[in-house]
């Protein structure tokens, strides 16, 4: 009896779980990497003034792939010095002829895509397939959209004339390193600003490696300044006077800290902060699909993804069917070398973050919440972390508060749409949402009253250039994509 | 014997009714020649919080009303205003303003409200779009009400900044909890007696009047304020910006000063924008 109830589940689990293991598929394009990264100040690679680097690892296996200049302060001024004097040609510059220049950076980019994915990957530890068919070529979409309205100003907002602010001050994550870049960089620079920016501390070398197109693409030297660092050179980025504008993405934490540091000025500011996206799957939706679009919703980029669709809400009709699916799934997902071409989930980004979501992992254990890890073999060396399910969550439990940026999802179950929407709008941020549904009206109703600034209604973590990407609530404010994100780097006259 | 006449007991509008302020606290105000006019309600955070639950629960419910129903409601509060804009004009003058001006603020005030209502069915077409992305899926980004909005009114122009700073805020479907003027308070008075009957819903508009010092700070940090409107000097933004730091608020500052709110460039779409949230849906395009 015992032995055919175990044949009929392992019936029902996709056969190809463990019958066979793959050959390693590793990408083996070169990353041409440098030995030594220095900061990008007035189109020129400059040494910090305090002569000091710090190494940056590949977090796949914590050997070191460069060291990276640590600016200070001073630094800091030198780069909002040469953007602020190449924002006289450039904010004046014909909007046809900036937009030659962002073009041009797409094109280059596009030309070594592969070299630029191998190098984010070695830098960030995300799976080469994301690197190679998201992160590059939508940071080379992003510059070609961005390059078409730098000539069309005058369409960005009705009856009135915008022109630029001046010089950006623009901080961004580690989870995107490239991808963050390219949404900061391109529409500020579309609508004729100069940027100093500082890439995270543990992913600056895509960042400087664009530094080298930049000088190939002849933009103009200040333009563009980039420097390095951690926290304290981002706050240093934030509060500096020469910024007529600040745009920052990263955790909310972070975000109230600049808001209270910039209190006392008039700087227009944009935050994309953190999310604790509710994924809802209703019980006529289709469940194969839904089951594909949670898991992308949450292991995408090891759930280093602040729109990451972390809270599970299942219609408990279906709850039972939709998590023996899910952990049928999770059972064959690829732990392991970021670089091998059949790796779902890489590395975890650095010591620290999986630090934070072991912390938070364990307070759902300790909170009465169930867990569900995957069976499968984490690489020795290196930062890694089990595909995770939290079942008999409630909403006071810190992992469905708490933003874990990790492959864990958290699930919930409700009877009403009422009771979802309900549920799902119990947060204080509100940057995305996810429902699964075949009714058409459902899905138009729970995208009016989602709080959130997207809602993915039968799909999960779609980006585009010219679709609005942005936050409710403690998710930020102000919008990134599209002729809406333009207006946020712009003046009214 | 001469008639001694019947004056009137100021009450702030909460929640679509009349109340004195939960703390049973007033402020004298006199008029322009020094005289006694009345004692004010000096409303303190407590009528903030009961107002901000009123203007929370008639959120839903303000929002979910047809564009076109909203623009027939601003347009009747102008209609309300036009018929009482002698009583308006005169408790301007009383508390001080020259008649010339009391009265081209009211004129512009009532141009004002009819301008946000025609807007009210518009700025969606204008501030949303379809989005052409590279996948298939239709894609498409709408305004949205953020929900709960603080307004500062200025002291000068008292009831034209006031209304100013409301009507673009409602026109989308928020809800209001403003403090009017502390020096001259009591056209927001009327204007809540005109609100009153208006057909705006109950709750909509929150009027308070009081203390700048004591409030300021109350607008700046409740959680569930979600944006602040706000004419202030620059401790005040100072402290408007420090509060909602905390909970991620929205602030706008006003930006005309003295006659400057007489002018058009007071008014327009870019306010309404700063009051709405954009949000966008995706759907795969399918069989």
Same mark, same amino acid.
């Given at each position: 009896m015992a032995t055919q109830r175990k044949t009929n589940e392992a019936r029902s689990r996709l056969i190809f779980g463990d019958l066979w293991e793959y050959d390693p598929a590793p990408e083996t394009a070169d990353p041409k990497l440098k030995e030594r990264?220095?900061?990008?100040?007035?189109?020129?690679?400059?040494?910090?003034?305090?002569?000091?680097?710090?190494?940056?690892?590949?977090?796949?296996?914590?050997?070191?792939?460069?060291d990276i200049a640590l600016a200070g302060a001073a630094d800091v001024d030198l780069a909002y010095a040469a953007a602020s004097r190449a924002f006289v040609r450039w904010g004046s510059m014909p909007g046809r002829e900036r937009g030659k220049y962002l073009f041009r950076i797409a094109r280059l980019l596009q030309d070594r895509a592969r070299e630029f994915a191998v190098a984010e990957t070695l830098d960030g530890g995300k799976p080469i397939k994301e690197s190679r068919d998201f992160d590059v070529p939508m940071a080379a979409a992003h510059f070609f959209y961005h390059a078409g309205w730098a000539d069309k100003l005058e369409y960005v907002a009705p009856g009135r004339r915008v022109v630029p602010l001046g010089v950006v001050g623009q901080v961004i994550p580690w989870n995107f390193p490239l991808l963050m870049l390219a949404w900061k960089l391109a529409p500020a620079l579309a609508m004729g600003n100069c940027v100093v920016l500082k890439p995270a501390e543990t992913t600056s070398i895509t960042a400087l490696k664009l530094a080298e197109i930049l000088q190939d693409a002849e933009l103009p030297a200040g333009v563009v300044n980039f420097v390095t660092g951690a926290g304290e050179i981002g706050a240093a980025v934030m509060g500096h006077p020469g910024a007529a504008k600040v745009a920052f993405t990263g955790s909310t934490e972070v975000g109230k800290a600049i808001m209270r540091q910039l209190a006392g000025t008039n700087r227009k500011m944009t935050m994309e902060l953190g999310g604790k996206a509710a994924n809802i799957v209703f019980d006529d939706a289709p469940i194969d699909q839904a089951v594909e679009g949670i898991v992308n919703g949450i292991f995408f980029n090891q759930g280093h993804v602040c729109c990451a669709g972390s809270r599970l809400l299942v219609q408990e009709s279906v709850a039972d069917q939709v998590i023996s699916k899910l952990k049928n799934r999770i059972r064959v997902l690829r732990v392991g070398d970021p670089l091998d071409k059949n790796t779902d989930l890489g590395a975890i980004n650095s010591r620290e973050q999986l630090s934070t979501i072991r912390r938070l992992v364990a307070s759902g254990v300790r909170e009465g919440a169930v867990m569900y890890q995957a069976p499968c073999e984490l690489p020795e060396r290196g930062f890694y972390f089990p595909p995770t399910l939290f079942t008999r969550v409630t909403q006071s439990h810190r992992i469905a508060r708490e933003e874990i940026f990790g492959p864990v999802l958290s699930i919930l179950t409700f009877r009403t749409v009422d009771e979802a929407i309900e549920k799902a709008n119990n947060t204080a941020f509100g940057l995305s949402a996810g429902v699964w549904t075949d009714k058409g009206s459902r899905i138009l109703r729970m995208s009016t009253e989602l709080k959130a600034g997207v809602v993915w209604a039968n799909t999960f973590n779609r980006f585009d250039p010219s679709s609005p990407f942005g936050g409710y609530k403690e998710s930020g404010f102000g919008r990134e994509g599209g002729r809406q994100g333009l207006l946020d780097y712009v003046g009214l006259t | 014997?001469?008639? /001694?006449?019947?004056?009137?007991?100021?009450?702030?509008? /909460?929640?679509?009714?009349?109340? *004195?302020?939960?703390?049973?606290?007033?402020?004298?105000?006199?008029?322009?020649?020094?005289?006694?006019?009345? %004692?004010?309600?000096?409303?303190? *955070?407590?009528?903030?919080? %009961?107002?901000?639950?009123?203007?929370?629960?008639?959120?839903?419910?303000?929002?979910? *009303?047809?564009?076109?129903?909203?623009?027939?409601?601003?347009?009747?509060?102008?209609?309300?205003?036009?018929?009482?804009?002698?009583?308006?004009?005169?408790?301007?003058?009383?508390?001080?303003?020259? *008649?010339?001006?009391?009265?081209?603020?009211?004129?512009?005030?009532?141009?004002?409200? /009819?301008?946000?209502?025609?807007?009210?069915?518009?700025?969606?077409?204008?501030?949303?779009?379809?989005?052409?992305?590279?996948?298939?899926?239709? %894609?498409?980004?709408?305004?949205?009400?953020? =929900?709960?909005?603080?307004?500062?009114?200025?002291?000068?122009?008292?009831?034209? =900044?006031?209304?100013?700073?409301?009507?673009?805020? /409602?026109?989308?479907? %928020?809800?209001?909890?403003?403090?009017?003027?502390?020096?001259?308070?009591y056209p927001a008075i009327l204007l809540g007696e005109m609100l009153a009957t208006s057909d705006l819903p109950g709750g909509v508009v929150n009027l308070l009047t009081g203390f700048r010092k004591e409030m300021v700070p109350t607008f700046a940090t409740h959680a569930h304020i979600r944006a602040i409107f706000a004419a202030a000097d620059a401790d005040e933004r100072k402290a408007l910006r420090l509060g909602a730091a905390a909970s991620v608020k929205r602030v706008r500052f006003a930006e005309p000063v003295g006659k400057a709110w007489f002018s058009d460039s007071a008014q327009g779409l870019d306010l309404i924008r700063d009051f709405v949230e954009l949000k966008t849906t995706w759907h795969p395009i399918g069989s």
């Open positions: 990264y220095d900061l990008f100040i007035g189109g020129k690679f400059t040494r910090p003034r305090s002569g000091k680097y710090f190494a940056s690892i590949n977090p796949a296996n914590e050997r070191k792939l460069a | 014997m001469s008639r /001694i006449p019947v004056t009137k007991t100021p009450k702030v509008y /909460i929640a679509g009714a009349f109340v *004195r302020s939960e703390s049973a606290r007033t402020f004298k105000v006199s008029d322009a020649s020094g005289a006694f006019f009345a %004692n004010m309600p000096q409303c303190t *955070r407590k009528d903030l919080r %009961n107002a901000v639950e009123a203007a929370a629960k008639a959120g839903p419910g303000w929002a979910r *009303r047809t564009p076109y129903n909203r623009a027939q409601i601003l347009y009747r509060l102008a209609e309300m205003l036009e018929a009482r804009s002698g009583e308006l004009v005169e408790s301007l003058v009383r508390f001080g303003a020259r *008649r010339a001006d009391a009265e081209k603020g009211m004129t512009v005030g009532v141009d004002r409200l /009819i301008h946000y209502a025609g807007w009210s069915d518009k700025y969606a077409q204008l501030l949303g779009s379809v989005n052409p992305v590279a996948s298939p899926h239709f %894609n498409f980004t709408v305004p949205e009400p953020m =929900g709960v909005v603080g307004v500062i009114a200025p002291d000068s122009p008292p009831l034209l =900044g006031l209304l100013s700073m409301i009507a673009p805020v /409602i026109a989308s479907g %928020n809800t209001v909890v403003a403090l009017a003027s502390e020096k001259v308070p």
